[in-house]
């Protein structure tokens, strides 16, 4: 991760990205979608992976306090739900961040720094995707949408936006 100045003097982050080519319409501006694995993370307990709140400190509380509680009933059902959450392996699943834009693209060093950050490790492997020609610029993109980055709905309005003008 690092970070760019844009002409207005605002601070845009950015992750830098080594490409092997480099389209001749992969501009600054152009709106891109990426995917990757992200961080592996290990075996993770349910309060680190789903965010359970753990049990008080006191009344009667001994060695307890990151399970996760009851898993289930009792007779009926007999069983545990699917999906249940519980502690397991955490990380290492694809990922998808929407929504992103390149910012600067450097032709003779092959790399192209994205807004925003980007999933998995340093030096992973990304699949970037792009609608060639589509450009969008910083002044084109309405305040309530650069609030909410990446939202599908963002993107559509931004694409009727353009038609209209």
């Not at 152009?30 to 694995?37: A, E, N, Q, S």
């Not at 910012?103 to 092959?110: G, N, S």
Request: net charge positive.
């Amino acid at each position: 991760m690092g970070q760019v100045f844009s002409p207005d003097g605002r601070v845009v982050p950015v992750t830098a990205v080594s490409l092997t080519e480099i389209p001749a319409d992969f501009t600054p501006g152009t709106p891109v979608r990426v995917v990757g694995t992200s961080k592996g993370k290990g075996f993770a307990g349910v309060m680190k992976r789903h965010g359970f709140a753990g049990m008080p400190a006191t009344h009667g509380r001994s060695t307890k306090g990151r399970a996760p509680g009851s898993i289930g009933g009792t007779t009926t059902p007999g069983r545990v739900y699917r999906g249940k959450r519980m502690a397991g392996r955490m990380g290492g699943e694809q990922v998808t961040v929407p929504g992103l834009s390149v910012v600067e693209v450097d032709t003779e060093k092959k790399i192209a720094r994205i807004s925003g950050a980007l999933p998995g490790p340093r030096l992973s492997n990304l699949t970037i995707f792009y609608e060639p020609g589509e450009t969008v610029t910083e002044s084109e993109i309405p305040p309530a949408e650069k609030a909410a980055p990446g939202t599908e709905s963002s993107k559509e309005e931004v694409k009727e936006e353009e038609k209209k003008q």
